[in-house]
């Protein structure tokens, strides 16, 4: 079936330092692709996407390219605050098979000032 | 504004009993989901609806129910036959079927506890 590995976390870095969060996917068909992202005690944002093979999603910073030859969707970010922490959750949605939105087990990252 | 409300947001419920969860969307969306997520764990899909008065299991829908009588609405409640509940719910919705620029939309979830 459909499914999304991300990097295990948590990762911590320092302020302006360099962000790569992975992840692959698995899926029939040519899914789309999300990133959204979640703070404390709250419900998801989404934070970026791309619907289709070389597409480059970007938002506040943050990007991530479809990469269909490595089913690959890694979000991006050149130089990370301290209101970036949060947890990152990678997602995707193919209109063949089961039609749902399937989600990787998140990342949690801490930037440390 | 339109968005997507969960009620309540903290939920306390003594063993053995039944509880339902509310969400209700003015998105016009026909797409709804149920997650539950567990400290420091991922989002698991308990239940899906792609149209009304139909719903699909997910992949941990023992203990749980739902009923999609209405576009707008996905309410979800936890049985007694849930043996671990105590968790954080989230509902999210989505315009789904064959669009695939189908982003979700999250209401802001309800922590239930088990008491």
């Known amino acids: 079936g459909d499914s999304v590995t991300q990097m295990e976390g948590p990762v911590t870095l320092s302020e302006e330092a360099f962000l790569t969060i992975n992840c692959t996917y698995t899926?029939?068909?040519?899914?789309?692709l999300f990133w959204y992202v979640q703070y404390p005690g709250e419900g998801l944002q989404l934070l970026l996407k791309?619907?289709?093979?070389?597409d480059k999603g970007s938002n506040k910073g943050f990007e991530a390219t479809y990469r269909k030859e490595t089913t690959s969707f890694h979000l991006e970010k050149g130089s990370v605050q301290v209101s970036d922490s949060a947890v990152y959750f990678c997602?995707?949605?193919?209109?063949?098979?089961?039609?749902?939105?399937?989600f990787g087990q998140g990342t949690r990252l801490t930037i440390n000032p | 504004d339109g968005g997507i409300t969960q009620s309540p947001k903290y939920l306390f419920r003594k063993e053995g009993q039944n509880v339902t969860l509310s969400c209700e969307q003015n998105?016009?969306?026909?797409?709804m989901y149920w997650y539950r997520q567990d400290p420091g764990q991922g989002l698991r899909l308990i239940y899906y609806?792609?149209?009304?008065?139909?719903?699909q299991k997910g992949d941990i829908a023992e203990g749980y129910s739902v009923s999609r009588e209405k576009k707008e609405s996905f309410p979800l409640t936890v049985t007694s036959a849930q043996k671990n509940p105590t968790a954080f719910y989230l509902c999210?919705?989505?315009?789904?079927?064959?669009?695939?620029?189908?982003?979700?939309?999250f209401g802001q979830g309800t922590r239930l506890t088990v008491v």
């Open positions: 899926a029939t068909g040519y899914p789309s």
């Open positions: 998105l016009n969306h026909d797409a």
């Open positions: 609806s792609q149209i009304v008065n139909d719903f």
């Open positions: 997602a995707l949605y193919t209109i063949q098979g089961a039609q749902k939105l399937v």
């Open positions: 791309a619907t289709k093979a070389d």
């Open positions: 999210a919705s989505s315009i789904g079927g064959r669009e695939l620029n189908t982003e979700a939309f």
